[in-house]
């Protein structure tokens, strides 16, 4: 069984997805269950591959069907896979576990669909990850791409116009992608990683080559989301329902930067990388203007979501440009970045889906009051707004730490001034929300019964110096004038879980490092 | 060459679903008529 392990992290989820979807028509709870079961199993798969890889310290490598290569497809699982296997399979979970009464309200009659979706997403993230063959990658980021399209369209009312424009940004960027491996097909006859990376280092000088580096690049940018061609992301990222968010969010954009860290150093030797075309300025340049474009403009948004996706965008910047930096602390801030990214993006939309849920409002100015009204959600909430500014203990700090010390090495300057702009910003964009939750009077809601979801009793909600007794158990009283009305826990704990493996894994991040990061970068790099 | 036509038609019919819900939303498919209604709405 365990050595077919690499093959169950992606078929479990696949046909889990196949079963939601059947079983949606017979009962009304079995594709919530069986999609939070095969995600759980995919989850320990993918932690039991992880720690495999880490004790016998060489890659996993399975031959689907038994084929060999470089003629069948080879999923390879190394150090940097796997890690990014469990940030993915994780997510999926706790994303899943943690919004469960959001979905059953919102997806009323579409259960089986919308569980289905969300498999087959996250089984094409885990393919993309998994897998060892350029052209499987293809398929695999289309499946998560059209998965990815039909979840964000059963958004809100403005969401098909969005998901229209992020389709057809997208699929031309994976066409890009495609033109890419097509090139190198081309000249060298093979689609398999390993066998590219033999082939290429014999044909540095082929201008094939470069246009193919050239176009895989263009085409993993646009799916990104790096400035200019980010155009789709906050569209598409805020009007989609929060559970689809949580989940499209914290992953799309971090696969996508694996899939350029997996082409440039695997397929596309370091030597040809950085030494051969020397991208390095350029693309620094890019993730400095991408950084300083996101932050900005997340300074003008009104709505909470679309902050984040600014904020999103700003963060692909660090990744993309701490990769093209070159050295190995670059290196390992951008692929420590992945992790931390993917958990405190997380965290945010699962804050937000809770906001939602209390308050039906999405602006900011919805959250007055809130650090009285809900103080566990907002203590969680503030561990993850400090850890996106960059305070330590948690892991933005670490990841920000590397890619500072990795600019500075480099002599990027302009892309340590950007990080640390980008730091500052944020501290404004959450300090903001800060004073206002926590300063500002709860405001009363006078919305009729169809915004507040709360089964089981009426809110009343004092203002100044009243204290009213509220109706039914589970209200606590509080110290001051406003009642905590919590938010459930099915809800609450999962996004607490979340926010404390935030510190741990900043707490952690040293080892992380140098048993995991340390291995995933080809010794050559210095 | 198969992937490319599995994926083509898959992507058309995501995209022809969308078109759908965008027109009845909106009554048009003319993207100028859209801003128009977003702009004023």
């Known amino acids: 069984m365990t050595s077919h392990l690499p093959a169950i992290v992606i078929i479990v989820p696949l046909f889990a997805a196949l079963a939601a979807a059947a079983s949606g028509w017979i009962n009304r709870k079995a594709p919530f269950q ?22 016998t310290g060489v890659a996993v490598e399975y031959q689907m069907a038994g084929w060999p290569a470089p003629m069948g497809i080879v999923y390879v699982i190394d150090h940097l896979s796997a890690l990014v296997l469990v940030v993915i399979t994780f997510v999926a979970f706790v994303n899943l576990l943690g919004n469960q009464q959001a979905v059953e309200s919102e997806y009323k009659n579409k259960e089986g669909a919308f569980n289905s979706l969300y498999l087959l997403f996250t089984a094409g993230l885990i393919g993309m990850t998994a897998t060892g063959d350029a052209f499987n990658l293809y398929v695999l980021l289309e499946i998560a791409s059209l998965s990815g399209y039909a979840l964000i369209g059963l958004g809100s009312s403005r969401a098909p116009l969005a998901t229209l424009n992020y389709l057809f940004i997208g699929t031309i960027g994976a066409t890009f992608y495609l033109l890419g491996v ?7 006859g093979s689609l398999n990683m390993a066998d590219l990376a033999t082939i290429i280092p014999t044909m540095m000088d082929s201008s094939t080559i470069l246009f193919a580096f050239i176009i895989c690049l ?34 799309t954009t971090k696969v996508t930067v694996y899939i350029m860290i997996r082409i440039c150093l695997t397929v596309f030797t370091p030597e040809y990388t950085f030494k051969h075309i020397q991208p390095a300025n350029i693309m620094v340049g890019l993730a400095v203007i991408s950084i300083i474009f996101g932050s900005l403009s997340a300074l003008a948004q009104k709505d909470y979501k679309r902050m984040l996706s600014y904020i999103i965008i700003a963060e692909v910047g660090y990744m993309v440009g701490g990769f093209f930096l070159g050295n190995r602390l670059g290196i390992s801030g951008a692929i420590l970045h992945i992790i931390n990214d993917a958990a405190m993006t997380l965290a945010l939309f699962m804050a937000a889906g809770i906001f939602i849920w209390k308050t039906g409002d999405e602006s900011r100015s919805s959250l007055k009051g809130l650090y009285a009204k809900m103080p566990f959600t907002m203590a969680g909430f503030t561990l993850a707004a400090l850890s996106v500014v960059g305070v330590p203990p948690t892991c933005g700090f670490f990841s920000k730490w590397y890619l500072i010390s990795g600019g500075i090495a480099a002599g990027q300057y302009l892309f340590v001034g950007a990080l640390i702009f980008s730091s500052l910003v944020n501290a404004v964009l959450f300090f903001r929300i800060f004073e206002i939750a926590l300063f500002e009077p709860f405001k009363s809601h006078a919305h009729g019964g169809d915004n507040m979801h709360e089964h089981g009793g009426d809110d009343i909600h004092a203002h100044g110096g009243e204290n009213i007794h509220g109706h039914g158990s589970g209200e606590i009283h509080a110290h001051g004038t406003v009642l905590i009305k919590e938010a459930p826990l099915a809800m609450l704990i999962p996004f607490l879980g979340v926010c404390v493996l935030l510190v741990i894994l900043g707490l952690y991040s040293g080892s992380i490092v140098t048993n995991i990061i340390h291995f995933a970068i080809p010794a050559g790099i210095i | 060459m198969l992937t490319a036509i599995v994926v083509g038609v898959a992507t058309l019919g995501v995209a022809l679903a969308l078109v759908i819900k965008v027109y009845k939303e909106y009554g048009t498919v003319e993207e100028d008529e859209i801003n128009q209604q977003l702009r004023n709405g």
């Open chain 1, 218 to 251: 263009t085409g993993l940018l646009v799916k990104m989301a790096m400035f200019p061609v980010h155009g789709w992301l906050p569209g598409a990222y805020s009007e989609s329902t929060t559970v689809s968010a949580g989940l499209i969010a914290p992953l």
């Open chain 1, 182 to 188: 097509g090139y190198l097909y081309i000249a060298t």
């Open chain 1, 34 to 55: 069986i999609a939070l079961a095969s995600l759980f199993v995919s989850f320990v798969s993918s932690v039991l591959l992880l720690l495999r890889v880490l004790g």
